[in-house]
């Protein structure tokens, strides 16, 4: 009887979880339509942004005289200081979302250290922050809450700073990591070389570019798009992260629902031939007894 007991406690406790889990998979659900609508929409200012900034600084660096004098598109040949900047998620329940975040944070440490390079970590969200704090590793910065609710404000506070290093001579270069948005099922890792700016990204053909830069204004405008390119290059990586996490959080909590049905129907089973022989044992009891008493 005890096991009886036990059994059932055992499928109210999984059909509890199995509730708090569709629950969270309906709520995530319902979060992913809004940050997916969110992060197309910032996908297509962010692509036409990099192809308006790359068509420029290519088309200075062929009519100027020793090209663009901005710092930001000299790329160095060995960076001695590679700072990382990467998201993850202030929460968890969500698969492999961050893991797999972090796994490239790792490949790309032991990539610039095997070049002699100096590795410094900007952490955006707190399983990131946990992650390497627990390893016993230095990080820069570590910005919590923002991942969860991003917003273009918060971006250019954590971008400001990565630039202003940057601009300073701290570090060499800058690269911006985040799991991003594929679609419902497909989350991918991007890795983007923000800081010096690509020059080799192939542009739009002069013949058919519509595009003028008048000569006394060529490097504030520059400046100026320089500016907005890293900032919402950060801003999107929130947005496209957060897209992608609550479809890995939906994922996961669907993958846990199963699972819970799935368990509450062989305990169910378990118990229904406990139950069955435990009334069997009963009744040899009852039959034996009377035998007894003939």
Known sequence: MANLKEIKRNIKSVQ????????????STAKLKRAEEA??????????????????SAKINKFKVGGSSSKFFNEVENPKVVDILFVTADKGLCGGFNIQTIKRVNALIAEYKAKGANVRLRAVGR???????????????????ISSAPTYEKAQEVITKAVDDFVAGECDKIVLVHNGYQNMITQEVRQNNLIPVDMHVECADDSTSMMEIEAEDEEKMLDELVKKYFEYNMY?????????????RMQAMD??????????????????????ESITTELIEIISGMEALK
């Open 127 to 145: 399983k990131g922050v946990d992650f390497f704090s627990f390893q016993g590793m230095d990080l820069l910065e570590k910005d919590i809450g």
């Open 39 to 56: 992060a197309k929409r910032s996908r297509t200012y962010a692509v036409k942004l990099n192809e308006m900034l790359h068509e420029m």
């Open 255 to 276: 993958a846990a629902t199963n699972n819970a049905k799935e368990k509450v129907n062989q305990l169910t089973v378990k118990y229904n031939k406990a139950r069955q």
């Open 16 to 27: 509890n979880t199995q509730k708090t889990t569709r629950a969270m998979k309906l709520v």
């Open 236 to 248: 999107y990586a929130l947005i496209d992260s957060l897209a992608a996490e609550h479809s890995a």
